[in-house]
């Protein structure tokens, strides 16, 4: 819809969803984000809908704009290095523990 890049969202519900498929598999990971400058696509066939990259670090689609099914947010981020994972917030029962402190030793080394 908006391009390469990583697409985020503030809503657990449509992350919960990816990948599509995979239930009970899914994971949710709470991240920090620059987002730079961000642009917003808010219409099918905005004329920045795929050359955002060019001049924003950030595409975002608004809430009940009509671009996603579900009505929900999302981001776009072009470039990963802007994005830290800081939690695990869903993981299978099995997974999470794991995750969790992978994550946090990733943390203590930065």
């Known amino acids: 819809m908006l391009g390469p890049g990583v697409y985020v969202s503030r809503a657990i519900e449509k992350a919960r969803r990816y990948p599509i498929g995979m239930e009970?598999?899914?994971?949710v990971l709470k991240l920090r984000v620059n987002v730079g400058r961000v642009k917003k696509i808010d219409r099918q066939g905005h004329p920045d809908q795929k050359?955002?990259?060019s001049h924003y670090d950030t595409a975002w689609v608004p809430p009940n704009c009509g671009m996603?099914?579900?009505?929900?947010?999302?981001?776009?981020?072009a470039n990963?290095?802007?994005?830290k994972v800081i939690d695990v917030v869903y993981a299978p029962a099995n997974d999470i523990a794991r995750l969790k402190q992978l994550?946090?030793?990733k943390m203590k080394k930065r």
Do not use: A, F, K, Y
């Open 24 to 27: 009970g598999r899914n994971v």
């Open 51 to 53: 050359s955002w990259h």
């Open 68 to 77: 996603v099914s579900s009505g929900l947010e999302e981001d776009c981020i």
């Open 80 to 83: 990963p290095t802007r994005i």
């Open 103 to 105: 994550v946090q030793s």
